[in-house]
């Protein structure tokens, strides 16, 4: 069992940057590979970014390529997302999951946390 409780959302102007983090309860963290994930009102989830267990590889969505990037701390227990250039369309309810296997679609992992709001003013 993994509990997954993320933080570092907030009120950001566009074009600013910050860091998400999600911290994890259990002893075997390190197996799991982790996912951000996002979603805006009236929209579905959809992915952001994932890291396999180690550390590599990494993916991200299109839309934040260049801008965002996932890593983790295995010793801490925990991933983090930093979001640089921020845009208003970045605006979301930003969610972080653990899974077995390192995918880009939500249905492959098992454990969520309850997620952190970004919201961006223009």
């Known amino acids: 069992q993994v509990q997954l409780v993320e933080s570092g959302g907030g009120l950001v102007q566009a074009g600013g940057s910050l860091r998400l983090s999600c911290a994890a309860s259990g002893r075997t963290f390190s197996t799991f590979a982790m996912g951000w994930f996002r979603q805006a009102p009236g929209k579905e989830r959809e992915f952001v970014a994932a890291i396999g267990w180690s550390g590599a590889p990494t993916y991200y969505a299109d839309s934040v390529k260049g801008r965002f990037t996932i890593s983790r701390d295995n010793a801490k227990n925990t991933v983090y997302l930093q979001m640089n250039s921020l845009k208003p369309e970045d605006t979301a309810l930003y969610y972080c999951?653990?899974?077995?296997?390192?995918?880009?679609?939500?249905?492959?992992?098992?454990?969520w946390g309850q997620g952190t709001q970004v919201t961006l003013s223009s």
């Open positions: 999951a653990a899974g077995p296997v390192l995918r880009t679609t939500s249905g492959m992992y098992n454990y």
